[in-house]
Each structure stands twice: as structure tokens, then as C-alpha cells.
């Protein structure tokens, strides 16, 4: 089976850059971002995923439309077992998106239904310091 939700980061993850050492902070908080966003979609909690995602992803797709897709999507896959950091690439560029500062986390991640599913996340920098999850993928 291959599950996917392509908001608008489907290519996202195709033209990230290595971290530098003045991008390490931007990292660590932009997985915690993506961990506490993933804490309320692993709770069934997709509204209010939505509402902490960024202004980004909240134009690409309305509250009720995500819903519908994540719940269609992430139902069937039973409840997460496990979720390990693959990656974590620091960008200023991504494909269909405005230039600024972008983390692109892969999770390896494993649930009751889905042994091995790679979810790909990837929180912006928003104008107001704050990191959000701008995007949402999951193979």
C-alpha cells in the first residue's frame, strides 16, 4: 500500500542543502515544531493541526479539506508504534514555495498496520521567530 498527502511539499524534500553550524539551532527547533505537530496528528487531533500549522500550508488547504485527507490517510495506518529521525536538512529553497527558512525532517516511522512508512515534515520559519509544519508527507 503507498500513502501519500502531497499538500504543496511534495518535491519539498528534492533540492535541501546540508546543515552548516549556524543552521544547528534552526534545526533543533524546527524538530520540535515538527514533533509536537506530529504529537496532534498522531492524537486524531487534525483540526488542530491545522490550526498550528503554518500560514503556508493553512493556504494551501483548508481546515475541513485536511481533515478529510489526513483522516483517510492516517486511519487505516493504526496507531504509531515508532518514529526515529532520518533527516533533517536545512533550506532556504524549496520547489513551489516562497524563498525563506525551511527544515525537511524524515521520520522513519512505524505503525500497528504500516511496519515501515517514511513521513516527511517540513516546518517554516514564520514571520512572527515561531516555527510551523508548512508541509506533510507520508510514503
Known sequence: MKTAIPIFVAALTLT???VRAGETDAVAKAQTAAKTWLALTDA???DLSWDSAA????SSITQSDWVKAVRSVRSPLGILKSRTVKSATFTRTLPGAPDGEYVVIQFN???ANKASAVETVTPMHEK???WRVA???IK
Open 16 to 18: 535541501a542543502l546540508p
Open 44 to 46: 486524531g487531533k487534525y
Open 55 to 58: 500560514s503556508l500550508f493553512k
Open 109 to 111: 516511522t512505524q505503525f
Open 128 to 130: 512572527d521567530g515561531s
Open 135 to 137: 508541509g506533510y508527507y
